[in-house]
Each structure stands twice: as structure tokens, then as C-alpha cells.
């Protein structure tokens, strides 16, 4: 889609999931031109790129780029290292440890990433699906975290130096599963162009029983919506 | 080298440039298993990370890796586009104006992939060689923005939940760069196996004009070190 020129610029951070496809809506609807940035980092589930592109063409981003990233190199993650199983037992997060499916230290390189383009870009905002209910052991994802990335910066960019601050905006941070879901139907979030699988097949079907489909699939059955999502198992 | 296990381990930046070189020694000196840590981001001069390859084995690192980013292709610096001209005619940053060769956020996201490193090795400390004296126009060089990514860093990670707090470290960056080099001679670095141009060559042969070859040269003169850098144009 071709950018209005009146409207300010977001860089937003888009996996092919369903909470950053909301994000993607949300900042759509609040006028801005959005660049979205999306990530080869070693994952399993490289499928969820190609919902990526999908969703940045339905909702009318100006432009998407995928970067490379080396971060699985460093393994310590069920998602990049393949000797580390996913969890299917239970809604992670949920012990209040730290789940086997953290990325060491992957917010802070995705929303790097996403702030040398919004330098470039002059992008007043930088939007990110982080959510802290659903997630609550992955410490990036909480909002002191947030708060301290927008700090670090605006001190770290030409922008920052300028006087023209970036925003760091987590729209969901405190929603439920349900309520993103019912937030992004309000805007026309067409849910089955997205996938939140750990173990997604090549064919985009979902495998319907790791931490990650079982909380998509309570989100749906809470908000009352019609799950469109197509699972192996049921 | 091995490492000694009765070490803490750190995570050490690594360019192949005179300043990270002394970082590492630094380091080393200060008892660290260090981890170097080098990226290929399509700067102009790939040749030094043939130098950074050499200084981490010199210095004694335990391992080094070098990480493709794709940062370049966002455009913005001289170092990355070559559309733009390196400047010749007087020391960067020396106006208070941020120099064209700064790269967009580069410090943040070589502190990010660094940080997610640390996270998986248990290593306590990062080192960076940033430097306020002769490097003022670059935003991600000052203090506070430091303390402010450290400050990210402790919420960002498993680290800062379990209590074990990761520091930035920063040896250089009060020193001038005579100081620098002062240093590094007392801890043994060689600097002929170091290289700072913007516009090396192949051969790893300094232009010997650039800003960053006159910052170097004037270092060697300042701190009364014969300067063992092969130069194009004197």
C-alpha cells in the first residue's frame, strides 16, 4: 500500500501470529503508515513468515522486510534448538519460572533491529505484540522492560538527540487472549491468515496441542468467536 | 585458549579496531574468560574482521564468533551505503553534529546480540569499547546511554529475574585516545595487528586520510608510541 503522506510512520514488529496481526490493526486505525519488520531467526516454525507477508498485505502496510537474524546460533531455546523439546503440558508460563520457549534476550534484538529502522525511517513509534498475561514468564515481555527499552532509546538515536522521541507501544500488554481476539474481529483481523503454532507443519496446519495452541484455542472459546484456526489434533 | 573454569566469563565486543583490542586485554587482565563477539553488517571494510580474528587469538579469547547482520540494508551511514562519502576533512563529530558515518541504533543492536550471549553462557559482564572523547557526535557513545541499556539489560533477561545482574562495561570511555593506546602498550597489545580506516583495503593496508585514520594517528603522536600502522598516503 502506498504511504499518506500526512500520516506520522510505525515500524511494527509482525511474527504471522495473532497478537502481532492485532498490533498491526491497531496501529492501522490509529493513522499510521506502517513498515513492518519480521524475522529468520532459526525458528521452527519458518512457515509463520509466510503468514507474516500474507497479514502485512491484508492490512495494508506500505512496506514488509524480513531480516536475518543469527540469534539461534546462541541455542538455549526450545524454539531455535532442536534437542530441546516444546512443551505440550500445560499453559507455559504459568509455574512462574521461565518457559523452555524463551529466546535469550529476543525482544531486545527484535526492537533493536526495530529502532535502526525507525531512526532511518523517522518513525515516530515502534509497535510490539508483547503481552504480559498470557506470558508472564518471559521476563521481555513485562512492562517495567518496555518502559526501560523506550528509555534506553531515546538516548541511544539521532532522534533521541533531536528532541523527537520514539514510542515504544504494547497495545496488548494487558489483555486476555479473549479480548485481543474480540479487539482485532473489531477491526477486521481475518484470524485465519494468522498462525501461532510452535510446531507449525509446512502446509501451515497447526499441531493443536503445544502451550502455544492450547492458549489460541481458550482465547477463542473465551472471547465466544469461531476458532478458524485448522489443527492436526483436536 | 581454555577457559579457567575458576572465572567469571564476559562477553567482549570485538571489531579488529585499536580500541576493542585494548578493551579485550582489559578484560583479560581483569581476569575474564572472555567471549569476543564480531559482526559482519556489510560495513565497508570486512577486512577487519580478519584483524578481529587475529587480536582474539593474540589476547588469549576463549572463543570468537563473528554474526551476519542485516542492518546495512536500512541504509543511513556511510559506513554501511555507499552512496555516501567518508569524510576526510577533519575530525568527525568534532562540530557536535552526529557524524554520517554513525550507523543507526548499531551500538544497541551489537549490545542486544551480545546480551543474548550472555544470557546462555552465564557471563556477567559485557565489554564495549565505546569512547565520548573522540566519538561525541555519536548518541549511543555517551554515559547515560549506557547506563540506561544496563539498566534494560538487568529487566530484559533470565539474569535479571534470578538476581545476577549483567554490567556494561566501558574501560575507555573517558580516555583519550592517546590514553587508549598508552594502556594497551603496558598490556602488551599490538597494535600493528589492529586496524581502524574506513577505507582499508584489501590487504588490510590503512587509507591513512579518513577521520578514523587521523584520530588514530594523532593518538600514536600524542602518547609518544612509535605508531606501527602501515598507511596508502601520509
Known amino acids: 500500500m502506498s504511504e499518506n503522506s500526512?500520516?506520522?510512520?510505525?515500524?511494527?514488529?509482525?511474527?504471522?501470529?495473532?497478537?502481532?496481526?492485532?498490533?498491526?490493526?491497531?496501529?492501522?486505525?490509529?493513522?499510521?503508515?506502517?513498515?513492518?519488520?519480521s524475522f529468520d531467526y532459526g525458528q521452527r516454525h519458518q512457515t509463520e513468515l509466510r503468514f507474516a507477508e500474507g497479514v502485512a498485505t491484508d492490512l495494508g502496510a506500505v512496506e514488509h522486510r524480513v531480516l536475518r537474524l543469527d540469534i539461534g546460533q546462541?541455542?538455549?531455546?526450545?524454539?531455535?534448538?532442536?534437542?530441546?523439546?516444546?512443551?505440550?503440558?500445560?499453559?507455559?508460563?504459568?509455574?512462574?519460572?521461565?518457559?523452555?520457549?524463551?529466546?535469550?534476550?529476543?525482544?531486545?534484538?527484535f526492537l533493536a533491529h526495530a529502532l535502526a529502522w525507525a531512526e532511518v525511517l523517522a518513525a515516530s513509534h515502534i509497535y510490539l505484540g508483547v503481552n504480559a498475561v498470557d506470558y508472564s514468564g518471559y521476563p521481555d515481555c513485562r512492562p517495567e522492560y518496555i518502559a526501560a527499552f523506550e528509555t534506553m532509546a531515546n538516548l541511544a538515536t539521532r532522534s533521541g538527540v533531536n528532541d523527537q522521541r520514539i514510542s515504544i507501544a504494547t497495545p496488548l500488554i494487558d489483555l486476555t487472549k479473549a479480548e485481543i481476539i474480540q479487539r482485532g474481529r473489531a477491526l477486521g483481523v481475518d484470524y485465519a491468515r494468522t498462525a501461532?503454532?510452535?510446531?507449525?507443519?509446512?502446509?501451515?496446519?497447526?499441531?493443536?496441542?503445544?502451550?502455544?495452541?492450547?492458549?489460541?484455542?481458550?482465547?477463542?472459546?473465551?472471547?465466544?468467536?469461531?476458532?478458524?484456526?485448522?489443527?492436526r489434533l483436536s
Chains 1, 2 share one sequence.
Open 196 to 231: 501461532s503454532c510452535y510446531q507449525l507443519d509446512e502446509s501451515g496446519q497447526a499441531c493443536g496441542v503445544c502451550d502455544s495452541c492450547r492458549i489460541r484455542r481458550l482465547g477463542f472459546e473465551q472471547a465466544g468467536v469461531p476458532d478458524p484456526t485448522s489443527y
Open 74 to 109: 546462541f541455542g538455549g531455546s526450545a524454539l531455535t534448538d532442536r534437542a530441546i523439546d516444546v512443551p505440550t503440558d500445560g499453559e507455559e508460563g504459568g509455574s512462574g519460572d521461565i518457559p523452555v520457549t524463551y529466546v535469550p534476550a529476543r525482544n531486545t534484538v
Open 6 to 37: 500526512l500520516s506520522p510512520r510505525a515500524v511494527v514488529l509482525l511474527s504471522g501470529g495473532l497478537d502481532s496481526a492485532t498490533v498491526l490493526a491497531i496501529a492501522k486505525s490509529e493513522g499510521f503508515n506502517c513498515y513492518c519488520l
